[in-house]
């Protein structure tokens, strides 16, 4: 591979991570130390968050004007398709709102560049033997979109996979053309359609960031998935960064994911689906093992955005962990120090809320243990039927976001009638309030193992 390109990348992520914590304190001499060793006041951690959105969120003016003369860019979005500015405006900070404002109107955007990221990646894959000609896929129908990302059915050299680009109305007329299809654009109101609001300068420039900003996800996740290889993890193909769009391509789950699974074996019993004890075992190891492999790599990896989404089904019903595009890539001593003074921590607000652990919504330092926490939230997925916190705050998890941020800690109801004794214990270790006193995923597979050695008894305790 490229270990230039590699260790620029981890550099930038740990230099993001200091400027959103310094941000989140209002730390304004730490703040300024940080920007005097590097110009890149504007650069983001893989959620999209910058120093600027920590600043205005948390209502800092001091740190604010120092990030803003430091030329951050207020028009920036996050993975949430949010400013700074929205930052501000919703948590009420005037004054904050008021100096972004100001800013948007007298500078001109900026965007980080992606094309020397691009450019390591297209040689590492001519190197590493995983380049693929865009001429040798035919593409299929879309079959799902998210804010930056269109994901589609395909056939290469024969083969059903599944290939993943930057959401682009443009691109995807272009592509539907090719494929004899009409061209028909994802969002779902494009900017000339009658009603839809007039395009401003800004619009558009924040537009622009936003495609840079989608392409330097989608890059982040090909280096990922390039250099990780491992059974319960949906297998990597090949990607092609030499056409427009650029694109990675997986293995093809015929299965589904595990929330499509869940809710269709619901449909044809006309109630929550409760999945058997042993099933339940099953794919809850082959997402420990996934997990296990990922935090021990020599250059740790953290999901971030564990979720039954990101959990696909073969035919057969095996399980394996998709979606690195949140991933975050730390140093080599995090496995063996998670949890301990002076491991290696991020701070963010990352992944989806009714999975995310309480720290990451926080903006708090976290370790690997955020992956634990949505892990015993998946578990109880498994076994009830249902969503996590639904009791809580029923099909609204921002509920759940703000109980977190007033402080408080609501976790799933884990009556006798859930699991069996030993899953139900290993939920509860894995949402501890303290990620400290989390298993690591090593000891999560050890006792899935235990478990699984026993007598089955159903996945309702009998």
């Known amino acids: 591979g490229d270990p230039l390109a590699r260790s620029e990348m981890t550099e930038d992520m740990e230099l993001a991570t200091k400027l959103c914590h310094a941000a ?3 730390d304004l001499h730490r703040l300024q130390a940080l920007l005097a060793a590097s110009p890149m006041a504007d650069l983001a ?12 969120a948390r209502g800092h003016v001091e740190a604010t004007k120092m990030l803003l003369k430091a030329q951050a860019n207020p028009l920036r979005k996050d993975n949430f398709g949010l400013t700074a500015l929205d930052e501000a405006t919703r948590s009420a900070h005037q004054e904050v709102a008021e100096l972004i ?3 948007v109107k007298a500078r001109p955007a900026q965007r980080q560049s992606t094309a020397q990221r691009q450019k390591s990646l297209l040689r590492a894959s001519a190197q590493e033997h995983w380049a693929v000609e865009a001429s040798e896929l035919q593409l299929g129908n879309c079959i799902s979109t998210t804010v930056k990302s269109a994901v589609y059915l395909a056939s290469w050299r024969g083969t059903k996979v599944v290939v993943k680009m930057v959401k682009d109305d443009r691109l995807t007329m272009k592509l539907n053309a090719s494929a004899g299809k009409p061209p028909t654009a994802i969002h779902d109101t494009a900017p000339h359609e009658p009603g839809a609001p007039e395009v401003t300068r800004e619009d558009s420039e924040a537009d622009n960031e936003e495609w840079e900003l989608a392409k330097d996800e989608l890059l982040h996740e090909i280096r990922t998935l390039s250099t990780i290889r491992h059974p319960d993890l949906v297998l990597f193909l090949g990607a092609c960064l030499d056409s427009t769009p650029c694109f990675f391509m997986v293995e093809y789950m015929e299965g589904g994911d595990l929330e499509m699974y869940m809710h269709g074996q619901a449909k044809k019993i006309g109630r929550l689906y409760e999945a058997p004890l042993q099933k339940v075992l099953k794919w809850a190891s082959s997402v420990a093992r996934a997990l296990a492999f990922l935090h021990g790599c020599r250059q740790s990896v953290i ?8 959990l696909l089904l073969t035919k057969t019903l095996d399980m394996k962990v998709t979606d690195f595009g949140l991933s975050k890539i730390i140093n080599r001593q995090l496995g063996k120090s998670a949890g301990k003074a002076g491991a290696p921590k991020m701070t963010g607000g990352v992944g ?5 652990a309480p720290e990451v919504v926080r903006h708090e330092e976290y370790t690997d243990r955020i992956d634990i926490f949505s892990f015993g939230l998946i578990i109880y997925f498994m076994c009830t039927g249902r969503q996590p916190f639904y009791e809580y705050c029923g099909q609204d998890p921002e509920q759940v976001l703000l109980a977190y941020l007033r402080g408080e800690e609501p976790r799933p109801p884990l009556p006798d009638s859930v699991a069996t004794k030993s899953l139900r214990r290993l939920m509860n270790d894995c949402w501890h309030v303290l990620p400290a006193q989390r298993p690591s995923a090593e000891e999560c597979t050890d006792r899935l193992a235990a478990m699984s050695a026993e007598k089955s008894e159903g996945c309702r305790a009998m």
């Open 24 to 26: 989140a304190m209002g």
């Open 45 to 56: 951690d893989y959620d999209g968050r910058t120093a600027l959105h920590v600043a205005a």
């Open 101 to 103: 404002a100001e800013n």
């Open 303 to 310: 999901h971030r955005d564990l979720k039954p989404m990101n």
């Open 352 to 356: 989806t809320w009714r999975y995310m």
